[in-house]
């Protein structure tokens, strides 16, 4: 069975850092492209970042861009979200997902196993 297991959410003060990481209990994770979404109460799940299998290319939702740095560790079946500079509007409960197939994708239907969600909150 697999399992995504989020962590490193919180409440952090707008303009702080959060680092969110997602543990893979997937075989195939070297292979896989894997993404971060998020949702916020009352809104639909929106994609935030993806990488592809090697980690060479990383894609980012355009609010992110320049503050979010996704990466991977293929050794520790890891994958990270780095947060900088974070604003109210970032405050959501945020998933880690994998998609068998070794590019990155937006589409959420595209990605087979998800975590359970850490909550990020950013104060104003």
């Known amino acids: 069975q697999v399992q995504l297991v989020e962590s490193g959410g919180g409440l952090v003060q707008a303009g702080g850092s959060l680092r969110l990481s997602c543990s893979a209990s997937l075989r195939t994770f070297s292979g896989a492209a894997m993404a971060w979404f998020r949702q916020a109460p009352g809104k639909e799940r929106e994609f935030v970042a993806t990488?592809?299998?090697?980690?060479?290319?990383?894609y980012y939702r355009e609010s992110v861009k320049g503050r979010f740095t996704i990466s991977r560790d293929n050794a520790k079946k890891t994958v990270y979200l780095q947060m900088n500079s974070l604003k109210p509007e970032d405050t959501a409960v945020y998933y880690c997902?994998?998609?068998?197939?070794?590019?990155?994708?937006?589409?959420?239907?595209?990605?087979?196993?998800w975590g359970q969600g850490t909550q990020v909150t950013v104060s104003s």
């Open positions: 997902a994998a998609r068998i197939q070794s590019s990155g994708s937006v589409n959420i239907n595209d990605y087979h196993y």
């Open positions: 990488i592809n299998w090697s980690g060479s290319i990383p």
